[in-house]
């Protein structure tokens, strides 16, 4: 993963639950910082099913073959996390119980290299 930087913008789709999707821009802020399109990049590949990136072809979590197989794709996950380190001061992707809803969801616990602490946790 080093060396593969995504371009100096990064898009995702927003949702605030009455109006259809919108999708949006991330480019780094006004001093060059770029950890919120990193944040916004790692977002967008959890999200995605494995091979849906049309550029790169084993990002993403294989969701549907999960559901068949009733196998946790972590190991996918723990892929992810590894190649997102090096964008972080620290990284730590974990999955949650959610039983009410019963979907997948994953926990994503990060400090940027400016110190900045996110958390957020991933519906699959």
Not at 16 to 25: D, L, Q, R, S, T
Not at 38 to 49: A, G, R, S
Not at 85 to 91: Q, R
Not at 100 to 123: A, M
Request: charged share 10%.
């Amino acid at each position: 993963m080093t060396g593969i930087v995504p371009s100096p913008r990064v898009w995702a789709r927003t949702n605030n639950g009455i109006a259809p999707y919108e999708w949006v821009a991330v480019v780094p802020d006004a001093n060059g910082t770029k950890s919120y399109l990193y944040i916004t990049w790692l977002i967008q590949v959890l999200l995605l099913n494995l091979g849906e990136s049309p550029i790169f072809s084993d990002f993403g979590i294989p969701g549907q073959q999960s559901v068949v197989t009733q196998i946790v794709p972590d190991y996918y996950v723990a892929l992810t996390q590894q190649r997102f380190a090096p964008y972080f001061a620290s990284l730590q992707i974990s999955r949650v119980p959610d039983p009410p809803s019963g979907k997948l969801v994953y926990n994503v616990t990060l400090t940027t290299i400016e110190g900045t602490v996110y958390s957020e946790n991933i519906y699959r």
